[in-house]
């Protein structure tokens, strides 16, 4: 069972544009929210992350947009560039006690120039 | 070192044999993760390493897998008699006792068994 879903799987977005990647879960118990981006043969890296007492978080073109009554979070990408290309997972951790991350399933960016 | 490396990159099996992957996380960090990557899909956790506590081995899809952790640095992930299911991109992470939630992660070890 998917404990944190993604979407969409893959997204093309022209360069300057707004990517915008979605994911929703059902466990309230979760307190930690990150993203993270991979690139092909590497493992990923944490980009930015958010915890529940917040509605959004800001970190350069990175922006996440969390809504707690939803149980919905979602990742921005402003002016995306090239660079940007990548897959992206959400993800969610349970409480404090425990502190291995769910993943979603990922999504597939591509920036086209 | 300057992050988690494991080894080897790539391994290529044959069904019914035994395979060792090896983790060295970061010096320092307490916390170690191994996460499994299949085609397609998202991380699937395995198995957790906190310090000296017992492992929480909630993640480990049957017992041909297990896992240890020697002096609380390096660990090595052991799938006995694999399956063709098996094949998958197994990712190790770590992070420290300070900043637990910052998960720090491996470039894995490719899997393939025929």
């Known amino acids: 069972q998917q404990q944190v879903k993604q979407s969409p799987q893959s997204l093309i977005v022209q360069k300057g544009g707004i990517s915008i990647i979605n994911c929703a879960y059902e466990n309230t118990a979760f307190d930690y929210f990150p993203w993270y981006q991979q690139f092909p043969g590497k493992g990923p890296a944490l980009l930015i992350a958010i915890r529940p007492d917040v509605s959004e978080k800001k970190e350069g073109r990175f922006t996440i947009s969390f809504n707690k009554s939803a149980k919905q979070f979602s990742l921005h990408i402003m002016d995306s560039q090239p660079g940007d290309s990548a897959t992206y997972f959400c993800?969610?951790?349970?409480?404090?006690?425990?502190?291995?991350?769910?993943f979603g399933t990922g999504t597939r960016l591509t920036v086209i120039p | 070192g300057a992050g988690v490396s494991q080894s080897p990159s790539n391994k290529v099996t044959e069904k019914g044999k035994d395979v060792e992957l090896r983790c060295d996380p970061i010096?320092?960090?307490?916390?170690l993760y191994w996460y499994r990557q299949s085609l397609g899909q998202g991380l699937e956790f395995l198995i957790y390493?906190?310090?000296?506590?017992?492992?929480?081995k909630s993640g480990l899809p049957s017992d041909r897998f297990s896992a240890e952790r020697t002096g609380g640095s390096v660990s090595t992930l052991t799938i006995q008699r694999t399956q063709q299911e098996d094949s998958a991109v197994y990712l190790c992470a770590s992070s420290s006792q300070r900043i637990r939630e910052t998960q720090y992660f491996g470039p894995g070890t490719r899997l393939l068994v025929l």
């Open positions: 010096s320092g960090h307490t916390a």
């Open positions: 993800a969610a951790r349970q409480g404090t006690g425990a502190n291995n991350l769910f």
């Open positions: 390493f906190q310090g000296n506590s017992a492992p929480d």
